[in-house]
């Protein structure tokens, strides 16, 4: 029934994301939609209550002056019931808005963050300063024997699969950023942070640091390589081509 409304809600605003975020920064990922969504409805839910207030607050300045009529302006004691539910009605409304942006942000949280779904493959992450190493398997799919394949700054991926990932850091603190995916997790030094993605547009995307790591921060970019079955085969036929980095 929550996922129903969830859904509900969602398509309302989708458009709204699309237009405002989809259409400058590309989807790229299966709950990218989702991130754009809960960011639309925020920005409408905020701008409308914005908006109304400024020209209510306008309005009344104009409405209200003084006319120079030597009129006195009428005391209100704010207590009176036809008065009061000019506070009472936006308010209520208001608070409605509150829970609906509050009940949007648990299910996109719960959704992408608490609910790992079953992956495809797993892909380890290892942030030092100012570089990215990535960790694939190899034709087994599994992580830690000899077939795996290590890269400097490009993480190589399948499109429609999804793959769970280990997020190391060799140092300080660091953000594994993937824009078109909305994804963004930290790196935090000794432990290990999961999580996972799936691509749904084959291409290749930027991977940027968002954590201010030092100062080589700005150059600690790497890219991420989304490709069909047939290149993932090619590429991973290749083997280890790649090197980790080293400090």
């Known amino acids: 029934m929550l996922q129903g409304i969830y859904d509900f809600i969602k398509g309302i605003f989708e458009p709204f994301g699309e237009y405002l975020i989809a259409s400058n920064v590309p989807v790229a990922s299966s709950f990218a939609d989702d991130i754009d969504s809960l960011i639309a409805l925020i920005t409408v839910f905020v701008g409308f209550w914005a908006l109304l207030a400024y020209a209510a607050f306008f309005f009344l300045i104009f409405r ?20 009061k539910r000019w506070i009472t009605y936006p308010h209520a409304a208001i608070i409605v808005c509150d829970l609906v942006i509050v009940f949007m942000a648990v299910m996109v949280w719960y959704n992408i963050k608490q609910r790992l779904p079953e992956a495809d493959s797993t892909v380890r992450i290892i942030s030092q300063q100012w570089a990215w190493n990535f960790v694939h398997p190899g034709p087994d799919n599994e992580l830690d024997t ?7 700054n490009e993480l190589h991926v399948e499109v429609g699969k999804t793959y769970h990932y280990e997020l190391l850091s060799k140092d300080v603190l660091h953000d594994f950023s993937v824009p ?13 942070m999961k999580g996972w993605f799936e691509p749904t547009v084959a291409g290749e995307w930027d991977i940027q640091c968002a954590e201010m790591c030092g100062i080589g921060h700005g150059i600690m970019g790497a890219r991420i390589v989304v490709e069909t079955p047939e290149e993932h085969a090619a590429w991973m036929s290749q083997g280890n081509s790649g090197k980790l980095a080293s400090r």
């Open 64 to 83: 209200f002056r003084d006319r120079g009529d030597g009129q006195r302006a009428q005391y209100v004691t704010g207590e009176e019931k036809d008065l």
């Open 146 to 152: 000899d077939d795996d394949i290590t890269t400097f």
């Open 180 to 192: 078109v995916f909305r994804l963004k997790q930290d790196a935090i030094p000794g432990r290990v």
